[in-house]
C-alpha cells in the first residue's frame, strides 16, 4: 500500500506525499535497500541533505561489498 501511495505521489509530482509513504514503508521494512534508495533520492532532490545523509548511510550498511557498483554510488551521493 505505501509503495504504491509513493509511487502515485511521484506520478501526480508530490515528493513531499512520496516521502511521507516510503518513512510509513520503511518503518515495517527498514532492511528493503530499494525503498532506502527511493526515499534518500527523493530526499536529496528536494535539498533536504540532512535528512538524505542518514539513509544513504543506512543503505551503505545494507549493501554487500560485493556490489561495488551500488556502493560508489551512494558514497557518491554522500560527497566521496
Same mark, same amino acid.
Not at 10 to 36: C, F, S, V
Given at each position: 500500500?505505501?509503495?504504491?501511495?509513493?509511487d502515485?505521489?511521484?506520478?501526480?509530482?508530490?515528493?513531499?506525499?512520496?516521502?511521507?509513504?516510503?518513512? &510509513?514503508?520503511?518503518?515495517?521494512?527498514?532492511?528493503?535497500?530499494?525503498? &532506502?534508495?527511493?526515499?534518500?533520492?527523493?530526499?536529496?532532490? !528536494?535539498?533536504?541533505?540532512?535528512?538524505?545523509v542518514?539513509?544513504?548511510?543506512?543503505?551503505?550498511? !545494507?549493501?554487500?561489498?560485493?556490489?561495488?557498483?551500488?556502493? &560508489?554510488?551512494?558514497?557518491?551521493?554522500?560527497?566521496?
Amino acid at each position: 500500500l505505501y509503495l504504491h501511495q509513493a509511487d502515485l505521489a511521484m506520478t501526480l509530482n508530490k515528493p513531499t506525499d512520496a516521502i511521507q509513504a516510503l518513512k &510509513a514503508y520503511r518503518e515495517h521494512n527498514p532492511q528493503d535497500p530499494d525503498t &532506502a534508495k527511493m526515499l534518500a533520492g527523493l530526499y536529496t532532490q !528536494q535539498k533536504n541533505y540532512t535528512d538524505a545523509v542518514p539513509v544513504y548511510e543506512s543503505l551503505l550498511k !545494507q549493501l554487500p561489498e560485493s556490489d561495488k557498483a551500488q556502493r &560508489a554510488d551512494v558514497l557518491r551521493n554522500l560527497g566521496y
